[in-house]
């Protein structure tokens, strides 16, 4: 049974819960919000230490890339250590109990990988994931040699470069990903945000199109964001403490 006397007076709850329980198709969107709590660093909370004079987003392009691989494959090194070392939150989990009640489609923003390590299935990811690489061009037929330390792995046989598999400034969404996304928001009865400051499009974007199809749009965010006009109802709290309160969640195993 949820502990009502978490949110005691969280307005807009009550109804949350309402139409949480009477939908069927639910599309959730979270942003770097809904790893918060577990710690995952900013971008630009990323920048410590070494990486403190330079500006991310100086480093997080393909020209960045192209013209300092390997100081821009260590600072993805970085950000691959500082992310493995922390867990998903309530958040994540309560997402995983929604979707063994109903249907849901997750999509995120989020490049950490939080989702699935929960056990979400399924995640639709727009910008990509922070643990995946790809060719940054390439002969087709692409084979990973043994990088040396530090370096960027180079194809076997034609010498391209490996890059991250995220998606940086000035580059469009994956295509599927993208379609996919914009379909559930068409379809769905339900639009769940979480964590998001909606500044970023075309993830932006999702929440008022699932609105102007007819579904009702939540937001989960302790702060205003450019959302709350596209909303029916805001949740002004953290996720970690609020989604767990919004659905029934699996009693806590014995042992
Ligand atoms: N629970 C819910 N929301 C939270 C919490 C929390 N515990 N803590 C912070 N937030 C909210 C903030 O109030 C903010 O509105 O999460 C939001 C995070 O906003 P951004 O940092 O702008 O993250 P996001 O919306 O995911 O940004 C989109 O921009 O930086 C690029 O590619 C990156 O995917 C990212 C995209």
Redesign the pocket.
Known sequence: MADESRLPALPGLEEARRLIGGASNIFVLT????S??SGVP??RDAMTGLWEQFDPEELASEAAYRRQPALVWQWYQHRRELVAAVNPNP?HHALVALAAQKPVTLVT???DGLHQRAGSAGVIEL?GNLFANKWLDGCGRCSEATALPGMPPRCNLCGALMRPGV?WFGEDLPRVARYRAEHVAQTCDLCLV???????YP?AGLPGVARDHGAPVIV????P?ALDQTADIVLS????ACLPQLWPQPAPSAG
């Open positions: 942003g770097a919000g809904i918060a709590e900013t971008f958040a923003q989020n490049v910008h998606v979480v964590g998001t400051s909606g500044l970023v993830a989960v965010n302790p702060q964001s709290a953290a996720a970690g």
